[in-house]
């Protein structure tokens, strides 16, 4: 019998010959007549006045079969039309003669062979597509891990303790928080000195504030054990300076400390000449200025003669040929004193230095802002 589909309607509204009609009333629901849009109700319905159209439902099925593009797509297809529920199993359940049985069946098959070769071309697509997307093709580069780089600081820092250790010095790592009693009172100076000055330092009470110089660790090593001493200490300061481009409110310093017997000035010069060798050059010269710190007596501050231009005078050096270090200098017998050590007995010196000056140096780095900065461009750059 003739068979139309309705246009914008699906194979439900196929109306054809007799196959299955009124096998299942049970299936209809009360009040949802044939116009009742809810999928299975409307095709039982059908079902019940006009039965399926094999044909009609065939050439449907086959398109949508064909017109599946991924496996999840085939599959609702799958069971929208080979389905328990489906409009073909439906009518085989109700067939009662072998014809239409018969034909019914050969519609499965057929269907389910579509299914089938379409279910194998997509996994072939898919896996080609796999292949071709997820392959590793081993003769391309890498991916670049970049690594990360040490700071300039920290790697200045370790020429500076490398440098120590052949010399058999100890590295000790100390507290940045200091108190007034360690970072001015044991180191000597005078109650009017200016640095201990809230305009010149922080403090965070009375009593505790941030070190403002490696030096406290000259006194809690000295504390800590009997001479013969050799250490240094290298680590975080922190000054109230303005920001400047050479001036920061934090850097780090390493601070030596020799107590022995029979240690002379000509020790201290021998030590720095060799450390500033490793930082700067076999080349480098030292030389002292005297100068003046509360903990050293004589105090000098040492120069280093200059590895930009190696001393014949340049903008780093200000045309003089020699750069200044740090300060250093002889034991002040008032602090051994302070440590409960025999001024008479013991003998020592002391010297500190800027690490980030150092660094400068070392790399040609004409401010110190960019120590701070965290500016990858910069810090890449070591
Ligand atoms: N602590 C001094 C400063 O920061 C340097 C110094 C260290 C001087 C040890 C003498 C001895 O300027």
Redesign the pocket.
């Known amino acids: 019998m003739a068979a139309a589909a309705m246009p914008g309607d699906s194979h439900l509204a196929v109306a054809a010959a007799a196959t299955s009609g009124g096998q299942s009333p049970g299936r209809v629901r009360a009040g949802l007549g044939p116009a009742g849009r809810v999928r299975g109700l409307t095709r039982a319905v059908r079902r019940q006045n006009a039965p399926m159209d094999a044909q009609a439902y065939e050439s449907e099925a086959l398109a949508a079969i064909e017109g599946a593009v991924t496996a999840e797509q085939l599959d609702e297809v799958r069971v929208r039309y080979l389905g328990r529920k489906s409009e073909l199993k439906q009518a085989l359940r109700g067939v009662r003669d072998r014809d239409s049985g018969m034909a019914l069946n050969a519609t499965r098959e057929r269907l389910e062979a579509a299914v089938d070769s379409k279910d194998a071309e997509i996994s072939a697509g898919e896996l080609e597509r796999a292949l071709a997307q997820e392959a590793i093709d081993v003769t391309l580069p890498g991916e670049e891990r970049r690594l990360g780089t040490l700071h300039p600081a920290t790697l200045t820092r370790r020429v500076a303790e490398d440098a120590f250790l052949g010399l058999g010095y100890e590295i000790v790592d100390d507290r940045e928080v200091e108190t007034v009693h360690y970072n001015f009172d044991q180191l000597a100076f005078p109650p009017a000195h200016p640095t201990r000055s809230p305009r010149d330092t922080f403090f965070l009470d009375d009593e505790r504030l941030l070190r403002t ?3 406290p660790s000259q006194i809690h090593t000295m504390e800590a054990k009997p001479p013969p001493i050799y250490m240094v200490s290298l680590g975080r300061v922190y000054r109230r300076d303005e920001i400047t481009p050479t001036r920061f409110p934090i850097f780090h ?1 390493f ?1 030596g400390l020799a107590v022995d017997r029979h240690i002379t000035l000509a020790d201290l010069k021998g030590t720095l000449l060799h450390v500033m060798r490793a930082l700067y050059g076999e080349e480098r010269q030292v030389r002292f200025r005297t100068h003046y ?1 509360p ?2 007596e004589p ?1 000098i501050e040492p120069d280093v003669s200059c590895p930009i231009c190696a001393g014949e005078g340049c903008r780093t050096c200000k045309h003089t040929g020699w750069i200044e270090m ?4 002889m034991v002040d017998p008032q602090v051994f004193v302070n440590v409960g050590l025999d001024p008479e007995e013991w003998t020592g010196f ?3 230095c800027g690490i980030e000056r150092a660094a400068q140096l070392r790399h040609g780095i004409p401010e110190i802002r960019p120590f701070w900065e965290n500016d990858l461009r910069f810090l890449r750059q070591f």
Not at 326 to 329: E, L, Q, R
Request: hydrophobic letters at 30%.
């Open positions: 110089e490696t030096s310093q601070e710190f903990f050293t105090s740090g300060g250093a200098g002391a010297f500190g």
